[in-house]
């Protein structure tokens, strides 16, 4: 499956922006989806996630609240909501597709990736 991401930005704390991920090559329901993030200096984190047919949702503590994930099967799209950003925010996000049947947290779960968008919060 090929993934490729966008949306990313420069935004003022509080504001918001929405990441997509458009998905292509295999059918879009056999996979759970997922937003990472990596910042310099830090290991890449799993934001949120979305598990096959959306069954199963995930967030990391420190988004809950502000980020939501969606997917529009049609469009084989997946959607990153993220409101009230904060500066700690900051990092490359990347979407990817992991073939388990469950959400995991692990990075190695997850066999394709998208290229990566940048997203930066000013205070």
């Known amino acids: 499956v090929q993934l490729q991401a966008s949306g990313g930005g420069l935004v003022q704390a509080g504001g918001s922006l929405r990441l997509s991920c458009a998905a292509s090559g295999r059918t879009f329901s056999d996979y759970v989806m997922g937003w990472f993030r990596q910042s310099p200096g830090k290991e890449r984190e799993l934001v949120s996630a979305i598990g096959r047919g959306g069954v199963g949702i995930y967030y990391a503590r420190s988004v809950r609240d502000r980020f939501t994930i969606s997917k529009d099967n049609a469009d084989l799209t997946v959607y990153l909501e993220m409101n009230n950003l904060k500066p700690e925010d900051t990092a490359v996000y990347y979407c990817?597709?992991?073939?388990?049947?469950?959400?995991?947290?692990?990075?190695?779960?997850?066999?394709?990736w998208g290229q990566g968008t940048q997203v930066t919060v000013s205070s």
């Open positions: 990817a597709a992991s073939p388990e049947f469950v959400v995991s947290d692990y990075v190695g779960a997850y066999k394709y």
